[in-house]
């Protein structure tokens, strides 16, 4: 079976007509065209752009979009939000189709050819070729000091990489022996596999292209171990924290850390356009503030920010409403549309060998999930306008079967406490806590991002209840970045944080979040490190059901049928939702969007979600723009 796609994301023009080369100059880009810095507008795109038709008002140039941000390491965002990726999913119905691929073609879900646009240039001006991908796969993902583990599993199927053909330079060509169903949805989520590299940049970094003196000097300037170190630190086109690493995104970030503001300037090579052939994106700059986490409310409320949603919470919605009578935006909830927007997650690695052992008895994950008052979480923290339950799938997702969500997620504390009894959790302290086997309070912390008040108010709720059961709750913040870190170590007992980002897969996407394949599932760390490094980090799964897990899902990655994959995710939600390995709280929330009523293009009503979606990325974030003097919506 072929499967051929052409039309870019969102777009309806197959062709690029010469009449919309006569469209004026990006206003500033205007005097670096006339003194000979830049070439003209068409001769900045590609022969044939991405053409965006996608119904929305054909804007107008210039503005600043002023964003806020908690830490550095946010200006990924602007990756994230961009989303230029190599194929992308379309909003109405989630489909992948080409975005800077002109076009691509699948057989047998195995043999994938990729089309590059004719004429595409990264953003200081070289051509984007197959050489871009020749060089990351060869000399990068492939080089025994540079990637030690190998590729990333994205690009492995059974253990096996694919085979890589140039084919032409615009075409390449990936053939896996077996069917590799992740590779599209790898390439369009919000933090994508880069499967290329602008290998004309990267060449000088690297010990097999670049001048040995040069590489050596770079080393000792940047402070770093070796050339491997220095290519490496270069390499990041996700975290986008280089100001000279070039990329196809619709704005390059311009100064790198430290600093208080951040600001993304228009790539002049963005290989999209309007329907009238204006090059996008229209808004001048991206200006992303740094500010303490618990201030982002306060300043939005404030005007300082044009669109905002991270840092919001749905507890933050009256008091944002309020502030829509005082300074000049609207706001709007848009639908999630995680399995669960918050979770705990017991920690089956954990370093602890007595917490490891009680959390890896299922009658302790069942008996605190019982434990939690869901329908009291969801009236007093979302208005009784969530779907209380597990983490699992979504009402709207036809894999979804209430038996999922409704597993030992009654709050019953009289079974709470029998399963416990059950354990031989019976002694208790004076102050009515059971005490773990080793004699010490059952005082279990959790372990917060700390990066909103609803987190700190979920975790108040269920601390009454759980204390009922005879276990006490303590919650500690920390910063993201560390919290992970104590999780992937196995110093962390139990996390709050997001549920499964696909709460409304079908059977031809990935069930990943549901198997140990990733340290990034807080609930088996180590299991999924081992997965993710071929045996080099992490420790092997040792509990039958997590490691049956494993099987079904690389079992999904070769299935060849939709009636296999469907199966394969049943089975996947049965267990999840027996073994209880995360505790899902409350479902279909929704999230405040705070848009200026100067900027437009912006949809009032759409889905919030990480992957897919990309949060605002899949809703074309280059095609906003500003208007003055106009306090209308669209």
């Known amino acids: 079976m072929i499967r051929l796609v052409v039309a870019p994301l ?3 023009l197959l062709f690029w007509p010469a009449t919309l080369r006569a469209a004026d100059e990006v206003p500033s880009l205007q005097a670096l065209v006339d003194d000979g810095t830049l070439p003209a507008m068409a001769d900045r795109i590609p022969d044939e752009p991405f053409v965006v038709d996608n119904g929305r008002e054909i804007g107008t140039y210039g503005s600043d979009w002023n964003m806020l941000i908690t830490r550095s390491k946010d ?3 602007l990756v994230v939000f961009g989303y230029a990726r190599l194929v992308g999913y379309t909003p109405a119905n989630l489909e992948i189709v080409p975005d800077i691929l002109e076009s691509f073609e699948v057989e047998e879900e195995r043999i994938f050819t990729l089309h590059l646009r004719e004429g595409h240039r990264w953003s200081d001006g070289h051509p ?7 060089y990351w796969w060869e000399d990068v993902a492939n080089h025994a000091e540079l990637s030690p583990s190998g590729p990333p599993t994205a690009m492995l199927v059974n253990g096996e990489p694919p085979v890589f053909e140039v084919i032409d330079e615009t075409t390449v060509r990936y053939t896996w022996a077996d069917p590799n169903p992740e590779f599209l949805p790898t390439l369009a989520s919000a933090s994508p596999t880069f499967i290329y590299r602008p290998a004309h940049f990267m060449k000088q970094f690297h010990a097999d292209y670049g001048d040995i003196e040069d590489i050596a000097r770079m080393v000792e300037e940047k402070s770093k171990t070796s050339w491997t170190a220095l290519h490496n ?8 924290d280089s100001a000279t690493l070039p990329t196809l995104q619709p704005w390059t970030i311009t100064n790198e850390a430290p600093a208080q503001r951040f600001i993304g300037a228009r790539n002049p090579f963005y290989y999209k356009v309007d329907a009238e052939g204006q090059q996008l994106p229209y808004i001048d700059r991206v200006l992303m503030n740094v500010v303490d986490s618990k201030l982002i409310p306060l300043k939005t409320w404030a005007g300082e920010a044009d669109l905002q949603a991270r840092g919001l919470s749905f507890n933050d919605y009256t008091f944002l409403k309020e502030g829509e009578e005082h300074n000049d935006f609207s706001v709007h909830l848009w639908q999630t549309a995680r399995g669960s927007q918050l979770a705990l997650f017991p920690n089956l690695n954990a370093a602890d060998d007595v917490w490891r052992e009680v959390i890896r008895d299922i009658r302790f994950r069942r008996a605190m999930s019982l434990a939690v008052n869901r329908h009291e979480i969801n009236q007093v923290i ?8 597990q983490n699992t799938v979504l009402p709207e997702s036809p894999l979804y079967e209430a038996s999922y969500r409704e597993a030992y997620a009654e709050f019953d504390l009289d079974e709470a406490n029998r399963l416990l009894d059950d354990m031989g959790l019976t002694e208790r302290n004076s102050s009515g806590v059971r005490l773990l086997p080793d004699g010490r309070p059952m005082e279990i912390i959790v372990e917060t991002a700390g990066e909103n008040a609803e987190e ?6 269920i601390h009454d209840s759980w204390l009922a059961a005879g276990v006490k709750l303590f919650s500690k913040p920390l910063q993201r970045e560390v919290l992970r870190n104590r999780v992937f170590a196995g110093l962390t007992n139990m996390s709050i944080w997001f549920g499964s980002e696909n709460g409304v897969p079908s059977a031809d996407m990935s069930p990943w979040e549901f198997a140990p394949s990733t340290q990034q599932l807080f609930q088996w760390p180590r299991w999924g490190q081992y997965f993710e490094t071929g ?22 990655r070769t299935a060849t049928s939709q009636e296999e994959r469907q199966a394969i995710w049943q089975e996947m939600l049965e267990i999840n939702a027996q073994g209880v390995y995360s505790i899902g709280l409350v479902a279909g929330t929704l999230q405040p969007i705070v848009v200026s009523n100067r900027m437009r293009n912006v949809p009032g009503d759409a889905l919030f979600n990480w992957d897919p979606g990309a949060q605002f990325g899949m809703y074309q974030p280059e095609t906003f723009f500003f208007v003055d003097g106009d306090n209308g919506r669209p």
């Open 128 to 134: 984007f070729t197959a050489e871009d991908f020749r």
């Open 233 to 240: 630190a270069e390499d990041d086109m996700y975290k986008f």
């Open 10 to 12: 969102l777009a309806v």
């Open 535 to 556: 045996g080099e980090a992490g420790v092997p799964i040792d509990m039958d059901q997590p490691a049956r897990l494993m099987e079904l899902y690389l079992t999904w």
């Open 75 to 77: 200006t990924r965002l």
């Open 382 to 389: 979302y208005y009784g306008l969530g779907i209380p339950g």
């Open 456 to 461: 700190t108010d979920i975790l108040e709720l």
